[in-house]
C-alpha cells in the first residue's frame, strides 16, 4: 500500500488565525489599517525591543529593495552577497541600477564567508547582505567588524531566521543598518505574503514607510483617521506598491504568538532527524553555537563522497517514495542572469558549487509527525544503503 505524498512544506494555519482574518473581513478594513499597524508594534515586542521600528510590507522582497533604497544604494555602487541564496536578496540590487558581487560560502555552516566578503570588497562597495542560511545566523560579529572597518551598510536577509539568534540576541536586534523578515507561505511564520523590515534607524523607517506607498507623505489610514484634511497628502518621491493588507496582517498577528512554540517543533524534528540519519553517508546539518537559537527554515543534508548514488537520483529515489524534497539553493552564480551578466564561472565558488551538487532540502515543517521523520529517514536508508 502507498502511503501519502509527503509535502516538502506546509504552513500551519490555526483557528485563531481563521479568526482573526474573519474579524479583519467583518469589521470592513481590509488593506493596510489597524492590524497592520498591530503587527508592526507586535514585531518590535517579540524581538524584545519595543522601541524598533517595524514596517510591515507585502514581502521580504520588497522589504530589502526599501533598505537599500533608504541607505542611497544606487548606479555605480557595488553590493555584495552569498551566491548561495534566492535570487531575490540579489535582484533588489539590480532593481537600483547597482551591482551585485557574490562571495563563496562558509563550507560548515554554508553561510556567507567573512573572508569571501573581505576579498570582494572594492571602492564601489557599498553594502553587505548576509543571509542566515536555513535559520542559522551567519557570522555576524566578523560582518559587523568588517563593514565598520569598510564603512559599508549591513541589511540583513533574515527571510529563514525567526527566531534565530546570535550570541543570545535575537536577528533584528543586532548591529545592522536593517534586517528584512519573510512570511511567504514557506517560511517559519507565514502571512500568505508578506515581509517586515526593522531598524533602529528612523529617518530609514520613515523612508521605507513613504516608499512603501508611492512615495506618499502618509499612509492611507492616517488619510482617512486624521483629523488633517482626509483628502490631503504630498508625493514626494516615485514610490513602490509595497503595503501589507490587514488581512495578511492579521493572519501574521496570530502567527507571531505562535513563532517560539513553531520553533520549538522545527527544533524537535531537526534533532530526531539527526539521530535517524546517523550512519548513513550523509552530512547532517551545522548546529547552532551553544546557547543559540536555530529557527530550522529548513533541514538541509549533504551527500558525502561515499554515498552511491548522486543527489538528483537521491531526489527521484525520494519522490518514488512519496516524499517532497527541495534544493537551496541552486546558487546564483549558475542562473544565467547573473552568470552572463558578471561572467561567472563555478571555479569561484568552489564550497558553494561543491554544497549544490551534494545537497538536499528534507520535509522539515510544524505539522510533520515523528513517524514522518522516521519514514524520510527510511527512505534515505532504503537509498543510500
Ligand atoms: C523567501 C526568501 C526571500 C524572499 O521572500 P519574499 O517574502 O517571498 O519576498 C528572500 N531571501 C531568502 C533567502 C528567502 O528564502
Redesign the pocket.
Known sequence: MTQAFLPFALPEIGDEEIAEVVDTLRCGWVTTGPKAKRFEQAFADFLGEPTLHAVAVN??????HLALEALGIGPGDEVITTTH??T??AEVVRYLGADVVLADIDPTTLNIDPAAVERAITPRTKALIP?H?AGLAADMPALIALARRHGLKVVE?A??ALPTTCGGRLVGTLESDATVF???A??TITTG???MLVTRDAALARRAQVMRLHGMNRDAFDRFTAKVPSWYYEIVAPGFKYNLTDIAAALGLQQLKKAHAFQQRRAALAARYDERLQGLPLVRPPRPAPGDTHAW?LYVVRLTDEAKLGRDELIERLFAAGIGCSV?YIPLHLHPYWRDRYGLVPEQFPHSQHAYERMVSLPLYTRMSEADVDRVARALAEALT
Open positions: 514581502s521580504a522582497t520588497a522589504g530589502l541564496t534566492f531575490a536578496t543571509v542560511y536577509d527571510a529563514h519573510s512570511f511567504y514557506n517560511k505574503e508578506g515581509g527554515h537551496h
